[in-house]
Nanobody
Framework: QVQLVESGGGLVQPGGSLRLSCAAS????????MSWYRRAPGKERELVAQ???????????DYADTVKGRFTISRDNAKNTVYLQMNSLKPEDTAVYYC??????WGQGTQVTVSS
């Protein structure tokens, strides 16, 4: 069965950094598109970042305009793990962050709160 387990969320001050991790199992990770979504209170779910396998070791990363230049998505196929490095965090980044695999499967989410 597919499992996606997020970790790394927490409380951070504005301008700070967090790294989220998503440990995946139950499918072929290396050929799968992996994504991070978030949902803030009162807002629609937003696609934050996506990483798509290309040829060989090449991957293609895409970001929402709201996080471009601040967030970096990466993956370690040997560990079946996708990461989201979040820098220069803003209060509006506060949300539950969800890992998504292949557009089909969801993790349980991890809370990120950016506040003084």
């Amino acid at each position: 069965q597919v499992q996606l387990v997020e970790s790394g969320g927490g409380l951070v001050q504005p301008g700070g950094s967090l790294r989220l991790s998503c440990a995946a199992s139950g499918f072929t990770f290396s050929t799968s598109t992996m994504s991070w979504y978030r949902r803030a209170p009162g807002k629609e779910r937003e696609l934050v970042a996506q990483i798509t396998p290309g040829r060989g070791i090449i991957n293609y990363a895409d970001y929402a305009d709201t996080v471009k230049g601040r967030f970096t998505i990466s993956r370690d196929n040997a560990k079946n793990t996708v990461y989201l490095q979040m820098n220069s965090l803003k209060p509006e980044d506060t949300a539950v962050y969800y890992c998504n695999a292949r557009g089909l499967n969801w993790g349980q989410g991890t809370q990120v709160t950016v506040s003084s």
